[in-house]
């Protein structure tokens, strides 16, 4: 199946110091990738879906200018959680649509903020 | 809005038995996509099996199985002979056409020994 790679796998960082994740698709292009946030034994909540070449859109409730994605390729996506604060710290998922119904996952990136 | 429910936060089943997780959806569109993913301990997604919601058919995946009833807005996952490798969150999740996924709360599987 189709693959989807995120990294850094985990990362920490200081109160105050901004954080890119990476999310490629592998061996298929990607028009649309989305940015998911997972909290300790809760689902998965969307937070922006990222379009190649024009703006996210960002879900209610998420400040797109704290968490700055872009899209720069069909392959590549890249979320930015800028001055990071502890509260930021979580588990992080992109996915990439192959089809309208079809989303491979990456392994995700756990972020934790001191 | 579309919602997905999961009225089973945990469960458990002894190795080799079958299990099966509840999932309900509320939505107002005719034509959808369901699915159940699985993540294990390693946090990463898997998709275990999908249905589409124009197929009356049941979707089945080697031990997985699931009961699709479009009517009852009911789509419940089946895991037969329960494996030590299926402990793990189950999702429940739904898109429609020009939506994007909406996951439920999740149920935790455990096979016991």
């Known amino acids: 199946g189709a693959v989807v790679s995120q990294h850094p796998s985990w990362v920490i960082c200081k109160s105050g110091t901004s954080v890119k994740i990476e999310c490629r698709s592998l061996d298929f292009q990607a028009t649309t990738m989305f940015w998911y946030r997972q909290f300790p034994k809760q689902s998965l909540m969307l937070m922006a879906t990222s379009n190649e070449g024009s703006k996210a859109t960002y879900e209610q409730g998420v400040e797109k200018d704290k968490f700055l994605i872009n899209h720069a390729s069909l392959t590549l996506s890249t979320l930015t959680v800028t001055s990071a604060h502890p509260e930021d710290s979580s588990f992080y998922i992109c996915?990439?649509?192959?089809?309208?119904?079809?989303?491979?996952f990456g392994p995700g990136t756990r972020l934790t903020v001191l | 809005a579309q919602t997905v429910t999961q009225s089973q936060p945990e469960m458990s089943v002894q190795e080799a038995e079958t299990v099966t997780l509840s999932c309900t959806y509320d939505?107002?569109?005719?034509?959808?996509?369901l699915f159940w993913y699985k993540q294990p301990p390693s946090r990463q997604m898997i998709l275990v099996i999908r249905?589409?919601?124009?197929?009356?058919q049941n979707a089945t995946e080697n031990r997985f199985s699931v009961n699709f009833q479009k009517a009852a807005k009911s789509f419940s996952l089946k895991i037969s002979d329960s494996q030590l490798g299926d402990t793990a969150m189950y999702f429940c999740a739904f898109i429609d056409y020009g939506q994007n996924f909406v996951f439920g709360p999740g149920t935790r599987l455990s096979v016991l020994p």
């Open positions: 996915s990439a649509e192959i089809s309208t119904d079809t989303q491979y």
């Open positions: 249905q589409e919601a124009y197929k009356q």
């Open positions: 939505t107002s569109e005719n034509n959808y996509y």
